[in-house]
């Protein structure tokens, strides 16, 4: 209702056509069809048994095409118009919050330097194209953390951005929907609908119905940024682009592809939900909201071929287009790659065949299905990367004895069997002390969990084997057994064995520091505190104390 009292046209002269146009209409609908050109010929009384009444037409005729056709263009000639462009001085009210996914898998290089690197790199990248919005940031892997709360500092978020790792999170998974409670604190004042971007590579096997039960209840925007490649030739987490794209359908969201250009910036940027005030200043240019009638004036006049239709022709130039170019794109990567690396870009790289059969069998089963058929087949790599379930993933992952692959996918669900499961596939790969301590996990829980207690008995006695060995090497006094020769350095009888100096922070007077700025500068370097160790320790005291995501 606000923008329909700021209606106007911005080219209201075109409707001026309207008039001529109508009087052509009209005239046209006024003549009597094949009869008018014998009614001075034949007399009227015998000409109306002569000549057949035509058929009535109902539904999409030339005529009335070619009405809705002259009534798209001039109304996209008039340029209706009710928003302004925005002003660069007011302020984007509008919130945005980042929810970034910090689990073990964003430390994958099929996205260069790695998928986490990425995501501060895009979301620098766009935070300098809305430098007035007020910006949060939450990470989530196991858990859920508040980086930042709201700000328009964007220079303080660039300071945390920086420090995100996956080493940051106090417990492993990927578990996006522990984030909801913090996002809902973050807004909880607002009163207008923001933005929330997750970045992430994946989903945890409860996060899509978590998330869709939320969006229903809330009226902001979710925007889903898909990092990572889809080619499990490249990766072994290759990216949920599927899953990513069903959530942000449900949510009535978007789903933005990473690129090594600024193109996904652009869909971003674009998708943001904003909160400029229209303003009455002249200045400021108004935005044409017609283009989009550009879509039906092309789908009807691309009918010009059709018999009866020819008044059409005169639209002809306009379908003149561009050539298509996918095949110079093709061309160009033949030349920048290798002939094997082209020949996979073009598609023929040798599997059609599988592509073929997969392809066939997608059309009547979903993924899951399928993947269970590959899985009771034994086909546990091509089921693994079929699976849209991360449980299946990292189960046929475990019969391939991709160990660690299965024990990053069982972080993807929160529960003992996942629990235990990863503790098995970490006990596989030789990772007895992380195996240990979740099989002690799981019996904390559940003290009674089928083979919890014989798997942790078993390990146990791995790990003292492992040590007892170790001190068998080792003499009493912690030198090597091995007896030194002559030519070996020996070390002289009464020499001082050097001791290794504190580094100790130099200490500065407040007289010092307010008389000389070069040594006030150093002193704000010392006290400076690492943002990475502060919220290293702040999501570990956070877990302790509430869990894995806010109250």
């Not at 035509?54 to 070619?66: C, N, S």
């Not at 002809?316 to 996918?326: A, G, K």
């Not at 299905?369 to 091509?382: K, N, T």
């Not at 090497?473 to 030519?487: H, K, P």
């Amino acid at each position: 209702m606000e923008g329909l009292a700021h209606f106007h046209l911005l080219r209201p002269e075109w409707l001026l056509l309207a008039l001529p146009l109508a009087v052509i209409e009209w005239a046209r609908y006024k003549r009597t069809g094949d009869a008018g050109r014998f009614e001075h010929v034949i007399e009227p009384h015998l000409l109306r048994h002569l000549v057949l009444p035509k058929p009535a037409r109902t539904g999409l005729t030339p005529d009335r095409a070619f009405t809705t056709l002259l009534v798209c263009l001039l109304v996209m000639l008039a340029g209706p118009t009710w928003r302004q462009q925005p002003s660069p001085l007011t302020e984007d009210a509008s919130p945005l919050v980042f929810v970034v996914d910090i689990s073990a898998s964003m430390n994958e290089a099929d996205v260069p330097p790695n998928r986490l690197t990425r995501a501060r790199q895009k979301i620098a990248d766009l935070l300098t194209r809305v430098p007035d919005k007020q910006v949060a940031l939450v990470a989530y892997a196991g858990s859920a953390h508040t980086v930042l709360a709201l700000s328009a500092d964007h220079d303080i978020i660039d300071n945390y951005l920086a420090a995100l790792s996956t080493q940051l999170a106090p417990r492993p998974g990927k578990f996006s929907e522990y984030a909801l409670p913090n996002i809902d604190r973050l807004l909880e004042r607002t009163r207008r609908v923001a933005t929330v971007v997750l970045m992430t590579d994946g989903l945890g096997s409860q996060s899509h119905p978590l998330w869709r039960a939320w969006c229903g209840r809330q009226p902001h925007k979710l925007l889903v940024y898909a990092i990572g490649s889809d080619d499990a030739r490249q990766t072994d987490f290759p990216v949920q682009t599927s899953a990513l794209g069903n959530l942000a359908a449900d949510c009535g969201g978007a789903l933005i592809e990473d690129s090594i250009d600024l193109s996904d910036i652009d869909s971003l940027a674009g998708q943001l939900a904003e909160g400029y005030q229209v303003i009455d200043d002249e200045a400021l240019p108004w935005v044409d909201s017609a283009y989009w009638l550009s879509f039906p004036a092309l789908f009807l006049m691309l009918l010009w071929f059709r018999p009866g239709w020819s008044r059409a022709w005169l639209f002809l130039p306009f379908l003149v287009l561009p050539q298509d170019p996918l095949q110079a794109q093709v061309a160009r990567d033949r030349e920048l790659f290798s002939q094997s690396e082209a020949t996979s870009i073009a598609g023929n790289d040798g599997s059609w065949v599988t592509h073929t059969v997969d392809s066939m069998a997608l059309l009547w089963l979903s993924p899951d299905q399928y993947g269970w058929l590959l899985f009771q087949l034994g086909e546990f790599e091509r089921a693994s990367q079929m699976f849209d379930d991360p449980m299946w993933q990292a189960t046929a992952a475990y019969y391939q004895q991709d160990f660690a692959r299965a024990a990053a996918l069982f972080t993807r669900k929160d529960s003992i069997e996942a629990r235990f499961n990863r503790a098995n596939a970490q006990a596989h790969r030789r990772d007895y002390l992380p195996a240990l301590d979740n099989y002690q996990q799981v019996l904390a829980e559940q003290p009674d969990f089928p083979g919890a207690a014989a798997n942790r008995q078993r390990i146990q006695a791995l790990i003292d084997e492992i040590e007892r060995m170790s001190a068998s090497q080792m003499s009493e006094d912690g030198v090597s057994t091995e007896a030194l020769t002559d030519n070996d350095p020996q070390a002289a009888e009464g020499a001082d064995v050097p001791e290794t100096a504190a580094d100790a922070r130099p200490q500065y007077s407040a007289e010092a520091i307010l008389a000389d700025p070069a040594t006030a500068e150093l002193w704000l370097k010392a006290v400076q505190p690492d943002p990475s160790q502060f919220l290293r320790s702040k999501f570990s005291i956070q877990w302790q104390e509430r869990g894995v995501s806010e109250p």
